[in-house]
Every structure is written in structure tokens, then in C-alpha cells.
């Protein structure tokens, strides 16, 4: 691993979260029911594993089992896997985060559906955005950069005024293919693999960021800990 070189800053007017990863983490629950499919399906759990983080339900399942690849399935797989909570934990640093951001100024794009983002925000005691670009509305997921550029329009922000906070390869080339910045944490990806994809800047947990506020109603991002890429 590259050793950590300090503190990076970077300006913005508005910030757009990945939610799985990055505000919170699922991995054991993503784990058991990608691998309760796999074996439902004959397939290996470890290829759908490897293949489905940071990208939309419905298009893992399109690679793998065309014929179940429908909205009312992925529904019905969301809405089950989102009322399970066991072992899902909020990651370090993300309320201090969050508390330092107008609550007009801040969103998610996530590769899941609108219930499966705002049931796990709520479960979290976490006020949902107003507006999220979520994968059901959208007609292409992660790395595509649809999802950001929609969380900028529903933030009214221009995209190059956005940071975006990601944890996943796929997510971390969607940010920056949209313009933005993107500060990646190594929660499920490795250094290597964010790199690769672009990061701006890579960090080991969000514990690291810290946002403050400025006069003109811009903010100041102040990663400490950031690795030299």
C-alpha cells in the first residue's frame, strides 16, 4: 500500500453519496442473498459477488438469469433484503459529515431502488434528501455517469461544483466521467482499484473528511490521512 502523504482540500458547493459502502454497510445481508440466488440458480455466488457491488439489482440480474431481470422482481428482492438489518452499520465519520451539510445540498445516487435508499437512511435516523437519483429511475447504472449527472440536476448544482463520495470502481468512474470529484474510502474496493478508476482522492474511512462551511455559502472539504496516488 502507498503510505499516506496528509491533508488534501477540496472546494465544492454541493456533495452526492453513494449509499451502500459509503454511508452505510450491508455486506453481510448483499453477501447472503446474492448467494442464497446463486444457489438457487446453480450458479457461483463468488462470480455474482465479484460482479454485483455498486451496480444496479436489475442489471446483476440480467447477466445472470435474463428471465427474472424485471422491476417487479428486483422489487421484491429489495423490499425483503431492505427490511433485514442485521449486521448493517453506519461507517465512521458519516454523520459529523453530514450534520456540516445543508440538507439542500447534499443527495445520494445509489445503484438501489428509491425504498431500498430510503429505508436504510431511516433506519439510520438519517433525514432522506428531497430528491435521490436511485436505480430505478434511471436507464443505465454505475459506471455510466447518469445517476450523478441527475443528482447534480436535482441539486441544481453544476456537476463540477459536486463532490462525490464512492466506494466502488464502477461508481468512481461514473463520478468523474461526470465531471465531478470523487473522494473514495477502501471499505470494499482495493487502493489499487480506485486508483485505476480515478479517484480523486482515496482515503481509508470518511473519519478522515471533514467538511466546513464557508461565508459564501461554498464548502471546504479537508481530507486528512489521503494516499499519495
Excluded at 482540500?9 to 446463486?38: E, H, M, N, R
Excluded at 422489487?75 to 439542500?104: C, S, Y
Excluded at 435516523?125 to 454505475?142: E, F, Q, R, S
Aim: glycine fraction near 6%; proline fraction near 3%; charged fraction near 25%.
Amino acid at each position: 500500500m502507498t503510505q499516506a502523504k496528509g491533508t488534501q482540500t477540496l472546494d465544492s458547493k454541493a456533495f452526492i453519496f453513494d449509499l451502500d459502502g459509503t454511508l452505510i454497510d450491508t455486506t453481510p445481508l448483499v453477501i447472503k442473498y446474492w448467494t442464497g440466488f446463486a444457489k438457487e440458480h446453480s450458479l457461483d455466488p463468488a462470480q455474482i459477488l465479484a460482479s454485483s457491488h455498486g451496480r444496479r439489482t436489475i442489471e446483476t440480474i440480467q447477466r445472470w438469469v435474463p428471465n427474472l431481470a424485471t422491476l417487479e422482481y428486483v422489487m421484491e428482492f429489495e423490499g425483503k433484503l431492505a427490511k433485514e438489518t442485521e449486521g448493517v452499520i453506519i461507517l465512521p465519520g458519516v454523520m459529523d459529515i453530514l450534520n456540516n451539510i445543508r440538507e439542500e445540498d447534499w443527495t445520494v445516487n445509489t445503484a438501489g431502488t428509491h425504498l431500498m435508499a430510503t429505508t436504510r437512511l431511516s433506519q439510520f435516523g438519517i433525514k432522506v434528501p428531497k430528491d435521490m437519483a436511485t436505480g430505478d429511475k434511471l436507464t443505465k447504472g454505475k459506471p455510466d455517469p447518469e445517476g450523478y449527472l441527475l443528482a447534480a440536476k436535482l441539486l441544481h448544482r453544476d456537476p463540477k461544483d459536486c463532490i462525490v463520495f464512492e466506494d466502488a470502481e464502477a461508481g468512481v468512474r461514473a463520478a468523474i466521467a461526470a465531471g465531478m470529484k470523487c473522494i473514495a474510502c477502501l471499505t470494499t474496493h482495493s487502493f489499487e482499484q480506485l486508483k485505476e478508476a480515478g479517484a480523486t482522492v482515496i482515503v481509508d474511512r470518511l473519519d478522515s473528511v471533514h467538511i466546513e462551511k464557508q461565508k459564501d455559502g461554498t464548502y471546504k472539504t479537508i481530507i486528512e490521512n489521503a494516499y499519495e496516488l
